[in-house]
T-cell receptor, first 118, second 113 residues
């Protein structure tokens, strides 16, 4: 299996521009998560989906952030308009549900997208 | 309120010695605790886990200990190898929120040859 695939690996954009991050989860994984890593806040969960349906978006920082999962093999995280404080590494992760996996149901992370907003 | 804390940002040990990474949590409803390892420019990868009904889980050189009364867990690596140098994240989740994990800030382990 190719694992979780994220694109692009690096994104540099100017403040005010729209940014779209992409993720392809592992086939068969029902859960998809978007995390953000910063020095100040560590790894924080932004939103997660179960069977393409958003379950909890309480971590999305503000309305400038939106996420979609149009099908089981693709998700996007969009920031519009972007701001310098959005600079971070954004990780996508997927997992099996506990009833079809070991109970601890570990997350499988992609290699992240490093976003820099100038 | 940070529910999972790793109070040591960094740890340096000599090759062959034991590495002990610590993690504290505040939420007694957590059912599973997981450790992830992260190399630069890569995503975290799952290393080892423990259920709240156990107090120890061992996998090769890696052992995780859980002290529920103290709300504390630790990861022991023995013997430590230079390839173990990475950032280690402690994570916790409940049984009902499948996969929704809360992460600590990570500890950077450096194993010196």
């Amino acid at each position: 299996d190719a694992g979780v695939i994220q694109s692009p690996r690096h994104e540099v954009t100017e403040m005010g521009q729209e940014v779209t991050l992409r993720c392809k989860p592992i086939s068969g994984h029902d859960y998809l998560f978007w995390y953000r890593q910063t020095m100040m806040r560590g790894l924080e969960l932004l939103i997660y989906f179960n069977n393409n349906v958003p379950i909890d978006d309480s971590g999305m920082p503000e309305d400038r952030f939106s996420a979609k999962m149009p099908n089981a093999s693709f998700s996007t995280l969009k920031i519009q308009p972007s701001e310098p404080r959005d600079s971070a590494v954004y990780f996508c992760a997927s997992s099996l549900p506990p009833d079809r996996a070991p109970r601890h149901s570990p997350l499988h992370f992609g290699n992240g997208t490093r976003l820099t907003v100038t | 309120d940070q529910q999972v804390k790793q109070n040591s940002p960094s740890l340096s040990v000599q090759e062959g010695r034991i590495s002990i990474l610590n993690c504290d949590y505040t939420n007694s409803m957590f059912d599973y605790f997981l450790w992830y390892k992260k190399y630069p420019a890569e995503g975290p990868t799952f290393l080892i886990s423990i259920s709240s009904i156990k107090d120890k889980n061992e996998d090769g050189r890696f052992t995780v200990f859980l002290n529920k009364s103290a709300k504390h867990l630790s990861l022991h690596i023995v013997p430590s190898q230079p390839g173990d140098s990475a950032v280690y994240f402690c994570a916790a989740r409940g049984d009902t929120n499948a996969g929704k994990s809360t992460f600590g800030d990570g500890t950077t382990l450096t194993v010196k040859p």
